[in-house]
């Protein structure tokens, strides 16, 4: 956006309008983490075999923290490249250590 | 303004003026003093062992010093010597090429320094409480969980204290290169020593946690009745390993790319010519710190790791001698041409390429996971890796001193001294670790005590020694130079090297606020682009202002003296309960002063416009 040729309302709307749409997307966000729960506490309870049950909740974990770090955090935003390289980084060098360990040395 | 006004006031107040110091450039001396010293009773160490191996079947010392001398000259030399000198060179010298007139947790650096020199202190008072660690720099379980004593402890609390400050460390340069740019300064307008600090930085994030962790289990193991690495128990002495290496192989890089960093500055500056290839050194440094991570089992082809897995870190490895391979051939490219100017920083430099190309090749050797197993755990290692750390690291650390003396003390290093101290380190690093090659390959283990005599191994040996000597000897011109060049020398101008980056638009030393006004970069070598538009100076960015400084503050020495007692504390309570009242009298200092930091606001300190300009008046913004 140009802040140049923009009048202080016409600068407001167009705030409001980008707040109006961040929290549109993090009452959604938050109502998925809220449903991706309840059918992580359902599979538990209706006792679906482990084959199936353990892989889903950890996919389900996943998204969650994704949803946690991109739109409640605000990584989705601009300026938060190295914030993402560095972690990216760092659990690349976590999940190298853990696939190492389980096949390396534990099998 | 400070540091006059502490000359003044006599040895107390500067003593005490560099205990409570948060400026950058007094801790970069204290890095390198605490380094320097670390570095030579490290370098005495491995007088010792190569004067115990001068001839067959010697007992100048007894087999159990022998191993503390091995154990002690490695982990010395790396935690001690190696890393702080490298933390004393990014410290002088970062924030200035960045335009930052301070790193950006001035308060953390201080702790980092403090951290890690009373670990340091804590691995060799054990020297003094009955017996050194003695298990090898790697500290392998199970020699290391059985070795009786206190030697391990010591190893493993201060190794843990000093980890904490280069933690520390890493984080407070990887925050300040990401933020505290001046103006204009991209990442790739970045001087490369720069660059290689930032990388580095990530390395040492990345990397320490690993060690702390395995050093954890080790201290439970050895303190607390644990069983990790105890088989017997349903424990694994393998675990050590990976934890060891996964944190020790980035480590040897987390040495190097500093000083290749601070030799693509050097190479340039003396010959007149920018970078060869700047983006590509950018993208080589990156890929090494990347690659870093995924070598680390070529330690441990020995082990039993299956041939799928050996094979996959024997690629892995080889591969990193494709970037390191383009570093070499750019600073050449960058030589080729130039206008060279022969100065010891350069000298060392030049010398530093076939030396470390040694030292890679005999790498790429022992990567072969087949015919590693002939050479592991002979001389040939440990010729290898003297090769890289000497030939890199140690050769490395020499020219960044000749060329950023000035910059850090206002004078230059004399140059003839410089020289003659090179030649005998020079040939003295070959003659004793080329024909250590060679030993391995005849047979000769590494970590003995002694060698047999009629095995052809004695005439080898003794060059080895002779070679030792000649190093010590340079080391010694190195120091003499130190003392005359503080003596005798007259102070320079702030860019006596018609240099080309941020740090030498300034006066050296800079003052302690560094830059009067921020710069403003307009491109790669933002000064060499400023004088080839016929300017003196850099044009500046803000208006001239006041600057907002951080306040000293004594608790950083505070947090690690406690941390220290603490330290004593933990190894000693296995034999009596009642030293465990130094862990409750440390852990109280370290824990009050945290929270005295945190509950008092500290907000720092304004120098005021009139100050500065009564400075610029005196010819400090020249």
Known sequence: ?107 | MSTALAQNRGLGAMIWDYLTTVDHKKIAHLYLVAGGFFFLIGGLEAMLIRIQLMKPDNDFISAGLYNEMITMHGTTMIFLAAMPLIFALMNAVVPLQIGARDVAFPFLNSLGFWLFLFGGVILNVSWFTGGAPDAGWTNYAPLSTVSPGHGVDYYVMGLQISGAGTLIGGINFLVTIVNMRAPGMTYMRMPLFTWAVFVTSALILFAFPALTVGLFLMMFDRMFGSVFFDTAAGGNAIIWEHLFWIFGHPEVYILILPLFGAFSDIFSTFSKKRLFGYSAMVFATVLIGFLGFMVWAHHMFTVGMGPIANSIFAVATMAIAVPTGIKIFNWMFTMWGGNIRMTAAMLWSVAFIPSFTIGGMTGVMLAAAAADYQYHDTYFVVGHFHYVIVGGVVFGLFAALHYWWPKMFGKILNEKLGKLAFWPFFIGFHLTFFIQHFLGLMGMPRRYWVFLEGQGLEAGNLISTIGAFLMAIGTVIFLVNVVYTSVKAKKVSGDPWDGRTLEWSIPSPPPHYNFTQTPLVRGLDPLWVEKSEGKKGMTPAEPLGDIHMPNASILPFLISLGLFIAGFGFIYQVDNKAWLILVFLGMGLTLGSMLTRSLKDDLGHHIHKEELEKDLEKGAGE
């Open chain 1, 1 to 107: 956006m140009d802040n140049q040729s923009q009048t202080p309302q016409q600068k407001v709307e167009f705030e409001r309008k980008q707040h109006k749409e961040e929290m549109k997307q993090q009452v959604i966000s938050f109502a998925l983490m809220i449903l991706f729960t309840f059918i992580a506490f359902g599979m538990v309870l209706l006792d679906i075999g482990s084959v199936f049950l353990v892989p889903t909740l950890l996919l389900l974990a996943v998204v969650q923290v994704l949803f946690q770090l991109y739109y409640f955090m605000h990584m989705k935003n601009k300026g938060h490249d190295m914030v993402a390289v560095m972690m990216y980084g760092g659990l690349a060098v976590a999940i190298l250590t853990i696939i190492a360990f389980t096949t390396i040395i534990w099998w």
